[in-house]
C-alpha cells in the first residue's frame, strides 16, 4: 500500500507562487519526466518539481560522489540526484515498504542505473547503522518525519566535514508553529518529535543550517566539525552499542 502525505496539499507558500515554481522552472525530459508525471498522477509523495529544479542545481555545484537516501519510494528523487551529480556518484538508497521496492528496482533497470544504485530493503532505523563510513558528501532524509530526530546522529556520523544533509518535508504546512494543543491527535507524535529536531539542530555549533521553504520546507544541513548527537540516539540503540564496547 503506498500512504499518501496530508500536507502534500497545504503549501508553506502563496499557491500561486508554488505554481509558478513549479511550471515556469525548466522542465524534466526522457523516462525521468514520465516517472515523475506518473507519480504525480497517482499521488505517490515523490519531491515537488519546486524541489527538483533546486536539486537541478545545487547537486552539479556540490558534485557529490557518495549519496545516502532515506526513503526511496518508486526511486524517483534517488535517479534524479544521481543524474545531477558528480558522473561516478553512487546513491545508496533504503525503503521498507515492498511496493515501493519493486516500482523503484523496475525504474533503476528502465534507467540503466542498477550499478549505480545500492537499495537497502527494510527499516532505516536498522540500516543506516550498516552503513559503516564517514566519507559521505550528501544525505537526503525523506522517510518518516516523526523519525528525523531519531535517525540523524547516524546521518550525520556518516557525512564527511564539509558533507549537506538535505532534510524533506520539516515545515508541516506551516503547522509547525503551531502549539502542542491545536495538533489533531494522530499528528501530535510528528509534531513534537519534528520541533524537537529542529531545535537541536537549527543553531548547533557543529552545523550550518537554512530552511528553503520549497516543498513543504526543506532543511539543508552543513556538517562543519565532528559532534555527539549520541544523546539523540533511541534508548536501545544506546544500550546495544554500550554491550557490544
Ligand atoms: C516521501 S516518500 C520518498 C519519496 C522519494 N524520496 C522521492 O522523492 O522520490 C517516503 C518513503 O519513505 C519510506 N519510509 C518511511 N519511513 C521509513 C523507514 N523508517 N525506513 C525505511 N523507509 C521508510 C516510505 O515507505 C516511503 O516510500
Redesign the pocket.
Known amino acids: 500500500m503506498?500512504?499518501r502525505?496530508e500536507m502534500m496539499d497545504m503549501p508553506v507558500i502563496d499557491e500561486a507562487v508554488r505554481d509558478f515554481l513549479r511550471t515556469s522552472q525548466k522542465q524534466l525530459t526522457g523516462r525521468l519526466k514520465d516517472i515523475q508525471t506518473e507519480?504525480n498522477e497517482k499521488r505517490?509523495?515523490?519531491?515537488p518539481h519546486e524541489?527538483v529544479a533546486f536539486f537541478n542545481w545545487f547537486l552539479p555545484i556540490l558534485q557529490p560522489k557518495i549519496i545516502v537516501?532515506?526513503?526511496?519510494?518508486?526511486?524517483?528523487?534517488?535517479a534524479?540526484m544521481l543524474e545531477a551529480s558528480h558522473p561516478e556518484a553512487h546513491v545508496t538508497?533504503?525503503?521498507?515498504?515492498p511496493d515501493?521496492m519493486i516500482k523503484a528496482k523496475q525504474h533503476f533497470k528502465e534507467l540503466d542505473i542498477e550499478d549505480k544504485v545500492t537499495l537497502l530493503e527494510?527499516?532505516?532505523?536498522d540500516?543506516l547503522r550498516t552503513i559503516e563510513t564517514d566519507t559521505v558528501d550528501f544525505v537526503?532524509m525523506?522517510?518518516?518525519k516523526a523519525?528525523y530526530y531519531d535517525?540523524f546522529p547516524e546521518c550525520f556520523r556518516m557525512l564527511k566535514v564539509g558533507g549537506v544533509l538535505a532534510v524533506?518535508?520539516v515545515l508541516q504546512g506551516g503547522t509547525i508553529l503551531e502549539e502542542d494543543k491545536d495538533i489533531p491527535r494522530r499528528r501530535r507524535k510528528i509534531h513534537r518529535k519534528l520541533n524537537d529536531f529542529l531545535s537541536v539542530v537549527l543553531d548547533h555549533p557543529a552545523l550550518d543550517a537554512t530552511i528553503i521553504p520549497v516543498g513543504d520546507g526543506l532543511l539543508m544541513i552543513t556538517k562543519r566539525k565532528d559532534a555527539d548527537f549520541d544523546f539523540m540516539l533511541p534508548e536501545a540503540t544506546i544500550e546495544e552499542t554500550d554491550q557490544k564496547e
Open positions: 503506498i500512504k502525505n507519480a505517490v509523495p515523490v519531491i524541489t537516501e532515506v526513503g526511496t519510494a518508486i526511486g524517483f528523487s534517488g534524479l538508497t533504503i525503503e521498507r515498504n515501493m527494510g527499516q532505516a532505523g540500516l537526503f525523506d522517510s518518516a523519525k535517525f524533506d518535508d
